[in-house]
T-cell receptor, first 116, second 112 residues
Protein backbone atom coordinates (compact mmCIF):
# COMPACT_ATOMS: atom_id res chain seq x y z
CA UNK A 1 0.00 0.00 0.00
CA UNK A 2 1.12 3.53 -0.62
CA UNK A 3 0.42 6.58 1.50
CA UNK A 4 1.22 10.25 1.82
CA UNK A 5 1.33 12.41 4.93
CA UNK A 6 1.13 16.17 5.07
CA UNK A 7 1.61 16.87 8.77
CA UNK A 8 0.57 20.51 8.72
CA UNK A 9 -3.02 21.51 8.06
CA UNK A 10 -1.94 25.13 7.62
CA UNK A 11 1.32 27.01 7.13
CA UNK A 12 1.55 30.76 7.66
CA UNK A 13 4.47 32.71 6.25
CA UNK A 14 5.21 36.40 5.79
CA UNK A 15 5.48 37.70 2.25
CA UNK A 16 9.09 37.63 1.07
CA UNK A 17 10.11 34.90 3.49
CA UNK A 18 11.03 31.39 2.39
CA UNK A 19 8.30 28.78 2.66
CA UNK A 20 8.27 25.03 3.16
CA UNK A 21 5.30 22.69 2.92
CA UNK A 22 6.10 19.25 4.26
CA UNK A 23 5.31 15.87 2.74
CA UNK A 24 6.39 12.35 3.61
CA UNK A 25 5.45 9.23 1.71
CA UNK A 26 5.42 5.47 1.91
CA UNK A 27 5.63 3.10 -1.04
CA UNK A 28 6.89 -0.43 -1.49
CA UNK A 29 8.99 0.41 -4.52
CA UNK A 30 10.38 3.54 -6.08
CA UNK A 31 8.11 6.56 -5.86
CA UNK A 32 6.80 8.98 -8.39
CA UNK A 33 6.06 12.14 -6.43
CA UNK A 34 3.95 15.16 -7.31
CA UNK A 35 2.83 18.48 -5.96
CA UNK A 36 -0.46 20.08 -6.96
CA UNK A 37 -1.94 23.44 -6.03
CA UNK A 38 -5.58 24.36 -5.70
CA UNK A 39 -6.48 28.04 -5.75
CA UNK A 40 -9.86 29.06 -4.32
CA UNK A 41 -12.76 27.95 -6.52
CA UNK A 42 -10.39 26.41 -9.02
CA UNK A 43 -9.40 22.90 -9.99
CA UNK A 44 -6.10 21.32 -9.10
CA UNK A 45 -3.05 22.43 -11.04
CA UNK A 46 0.17 20.50 -11.51
CA UNK A 47 3.23 22.15 -9.96
CA UNK A 48 6.07 19.67 -10.30
CA UNK A 49 7.03 16.02 -10.24
CA UNK A 50 9.94 13.79 -9.29
CA UNK A 51 10.58 10.63 -11.25
CA UNK A 52 14.32 10.03 -11.25
CA UNK A 53 17.47 12.11 -11.43
CA UNK A 54 18.32 15.20 -9.46
CA UNK A 55 16.81 15.29 -6.03
CA UNK A 56 15.95 18.98 -6.41
CA UNK A 57 13.06 19.44 -8.79
CA UNK A 58 12.02 22.82 -10.12
CA UNK A 59 8.45 23.53 -11.08
CA UNK A 60 5.93 26.22 -11.89
CA UNK A 61 5.63 29.65 -10.22
CA UNK A 62 9.14 29.45 -8.71
CA UNK A 63 8.41 26.40 -6.58
CA UNK A 64 10.84 23.56 -6.06
CA UNK A 65 10.84 20.33 -4.10
CA UNK A 66 13.57 18.21 -2.65
CA UNK A 67 13.39 14.44 -2.77
CA UNK A 68 15.04 12.79 0.22
CA UNK A 69 15.01 9.01 -0.03
CA UNK A 70 16.43 8.31 3.42
CA UNK A 71 13.79 10.48 5.07
CA UNK A 72 11.08 9.50 2.56
CA UNK A 73 10.24 13.15 2.18
CA UNK A 74 9.36 15.47 -0.68
CA UNK A 75 9.01 18.93 0.85
CA UNK A 76 7.81 21.82 -1.30
CA UNK A 77 9.83 25.01 -1.08
CA UNK A 78 10.00 28.53 -2.42
CA UNK A 79 12.73 31.06 -1.59
CA UNK A 80 10.43 34.08 -1.37
CA UNK A 81 6.69 33.76 -0.78
CA UNK A 82 4.09 35.87 -2.56
CA UNK A 83 0.60 36.69 -1.32
CA UNK A 84 -0.67 35.09 -4.54
CA UNK A 85 0.86 31.78 -3.42
CA UNK A 86 -1.88 31.46 -0.81
CA UNK A 87 -3.70 28.25 -1.75
CA UNK A 88 -4.19 24.60 -0.86
CA UNK A 89 -1.25 22.35 -1.69
CA UNK A 90 -1.45 18.61 -2.22
CA UNK A 91 1.39 16.13 -2.25
CA UNK A 92 0.84 12.88 -4.13
CA UNK A 93 2.67 9.62 -4.74
CA UNK A 94 2.48 6.77 -7.17
CA UNK A 95 4.31 3.51 -6.67
CA UNK A 96 6.47 2.65 -9.67
CA UNK A 97 5.86 -1.00 -8.89
CA UNK A 98 2.13 -0.61 -9.42
CA UNK A 99 2.77 -1.56 -13.02
CA UNK A 100 0.16 -0.52 -15.52
CA UNK A 101 -2.15 0.64 -12.80
CA UNK A 102 -1.60 4.31 -12.33
CA UNK A 103 -3.51 5.14 -9.19
CA UNK A 104 -2.05 8.10 -7.36
CA UNK A 105 -2.55 8.64 -3.66
CA UNK A 106 -2.98 12.19 -2.42
CA UNK A 107 -2.24 13.74 0.94
CA UNK A 108 -4.87 15.64 2.88
CA UNK A 109 -3.57 18.99 1.75
CA UNK A 110 -1.87 21.94 3.45
CA UNK A 111 -3.33 25.41 3.37
CA UNK A 112 -0.65 28.01 2.74
CA UNK A 113 -1.40 31.51 3.95
CA UNK A 114 1.06 34.21 2.91
CA UNK A 115 0.68 37.30 5.07
CA UNK A 116 1.34 40.70 3.48
CA UNK B 1 -10.85 20.68 -25.62
CA UNK B 2 -7.93 22.41 -23.98
CA UNK B 3 -8.69 21.12 -20.52
CA UNK B 4 -10.86 18.76 -18.52
CA UNK B 5 -14.41 20.05 -18.41
CA UNK B 6 -16.86 19.19 -15.66
CA UNK B 7 -20.53 20.01 -15.43
CA UNK B 8 -22.42 21.28 -13.63
CA UNK B 9 -20.04 23.43 -11.62
CA UNK B 10 -22.54 23.55 -8.77
CA UNK B 11 -25.44 21.25 -7.94
CA UNK B 12 -27.87 21.51 -5.08
CA UNK B 13 -30.17 18.55 -4.68
CA UNK B 14 -32.67 17.26 -2.18
CA UNK B 15 -31.84 14.25 -0.08
CA UNK B 16 -33.01 11.08 -1.79
CA UNK B 17 -32.78 12.40 -5.34
CA UNK B 18 -30.40 11.04 -7.98
CA UNK B 19 -27.69 13.20 -9.53
CA UNK B 20 -25.42 12.85 -12.54
CA UNK B 21 -22.05 14.55 -12.80
CA UNK B 22 -20.30 14.82 -16.13
CA UNK B 23 -16.63 14.85 -17.04
CA UNK B 24 -15.25 15.61 -20.49
CA UNK B 25 -11.53 14.71 -20.47
CA UNK B 26 -8.77 15.99 -22.67
CA UNK B 27 -9.03 14.48 -26.11
CA UNK B 28 -6.76 11.45 -26.45
CA UNK B 29 -6.28 10.90 -22.74
CA UNK B 30 -6.85 7.23 -22.09
CA UNK B 31 -7.03 7.35 -18.31
CA UNK B 32 -9.81 9.07 -16.37
CA UNK B 33 -10.27 9.34 -12.63
CA UNK B 34 -12.95 10.53 -10.28
CA UNK B 35 -12.00 11.89 -6.86
CA UNK B 36 -14.04 13.37 -4.07
CA UNK B 37 -12.89 16.23 -1.85
CA UNK B 38 -14.87 16.72 1.31
CA UNK B 39 -14.47 19.72 3.60
CA UNK B 40 -11.26 19.32 5.57
CA UNK B 41 -10.40 16.08 3.83
CA UNK B 42 -7.88 15.14 1.20
CA UNK B 43 -8.70 13.75 -2.16
CA UNK B 44 -10.58 10.47 -1.96
CA UNK B 45 -10.19 8.14 -4.91
CA UNK B 46 -13.49 6.91 -6.32
CA UNK B 47 -13.01 5.19 -9.67
CA UNK B 48 -10.47 4.83 -12.47
CA UNK B 49 -10.96 4.10 -16.18
CA UNK B 50 -8.05 3.05 -18.38
CA UNK B 51 -8.76 2.52 -22.05
CA UNK B 52 -10.95 -0.50 -22.66
CA UNK B 53 -9.99 -2.24 -19.41
CA UNK B 54 -12.51 -2.93 -16.70
CA UNK B 55 -12.68 0.09 -14.41
CA UNK B 56 -11.23 0.05 -10.91
CA UNK B 57 -14.26 0.73 -8.74
CA UNK B 58 -12.53 0.04 -5.44
CA UNK B 59 -12.97 3.57 -4.15
CA UNK B 60 -16.72 3.88 -4.60
CA UNK B 61 -18.13 4.36 -1.09
CA UNK B 62 -21.39 2.51 -1.60
CA UNK B 63 -23.56 0.85 -4.23
CA UNK B 64 -25.39 4.16 -4.63
CA UNK B 65 -22.38 5.36 -6.59
CA UNK B 66 -21.69 4.27 -10.16
CA UNK B 67 -19.80 5.62 -13.13
CA UNK B 68 -19.48 4.90 -16.77
CA UNK B 69 -17.28 6.09 -19.56
CA UNK B 70 -18.76 6.04 -23.03
CA UNK B 71 -16.58 5.57 -26.09
CA UNK B 72 -13.44 6.02 -24.04
CA UNK B 73 -14.19 9.70 -23.63
CA UNK B 74 -16.94 11.36 -21.60
CA UNK B 75 -17.64 9.95 -18.15
CA UNK B 76 -20.71 10.24 -15.95
CA UNK B 77 -20.69 9.72 -12.20
CA UNK B 78 -24.14 8.87 -10.86
CA UNK B 79 -25.17 9.07 -7.23
CA UNK B 80 -28.52 7.51 -6.43
CA UNK B 81 -30.66 8.41 -3.43
CA UNK B 82 -28.28 11.14 -2.35
CA UNK B 83 -27.46 11.60 1.32
CA UNK B 84 -26.12 14.65 3.12
CA UNK B 85 -22.73 12.98 3.57
CA UNK B 86 -22.43 12.92 -0.22
CA UNK B 87 -21.96 16.69 -0.17
CA UNK B 88 -18.47 17.37 -1.50
CA UNK B 89 -16.54 18.59 -4.49
CA UNK B 90 -16.25 15.86 -7.11
CA UNK B 91 -13.12 16.17 -9.22
CA UNK B 92 -12.37 14.48 -12.50
CA UNK B 93 -8.87 14.10 -13.91
CA UNK B 94 -7.41 12.65 -17.06
CA UNK B 95 -3.91 11.67 -18.09
CA UNK B 96 -2.20 10.14 -21.08
CA UNK B 97 1.04 8.97 -19.57
CA UNK B 98 2.17 7.75 -16.19
CA UNK B 99 2.81 11.09 -14.62
CA UNK B 100 0.84 14.27 -13.86
CA UNK B 101 -2.88 14.60 -14.11
CA UNK B 102 -4.99 17.35 -15.54
CA UNK B 103 -7.90 18.09 -13.25
CA UNK B 104 -11.22 19.68 -13.99
CA UNK B 105 -12.55 22.48 -11.81
CA UNK B 106 -14.91 20.10 -10.08
CA UNK B 107 -18.60 19.89 -9.32
CA UNK B 108 -19.65 21.17 -5.92
CA UNK B 109 -22.52 18.96 -4.76
CA UNK B 110 -24.70 20.07 -1.90
CA UNK B 111 -27.38 17.71 -0.59
CA UNK B 112 -30.03 19.47 1.47
Amino acid sequence: AQSVAQPEDQVNVAEGNPLTVKCTYSVSGNPYLFWYVQYPNRGLQFLLKYITGDNLVKGSYGFEAEFNKSQTSFHLKKPSALVSDSALYFCAVRDLNSGGYQKVTFGTGTKLQVIP
Amino acid sequence: GAGVSQSPSNKVTEKGKDVELRCDPISGHTALYWYRQSLGQGLEFLIYFQGNSAPDKSGLPSDRFSAERTGGSVSTLTIQRTQQEDSAVYLCASTQGAYGYTFGSGTRLTVV
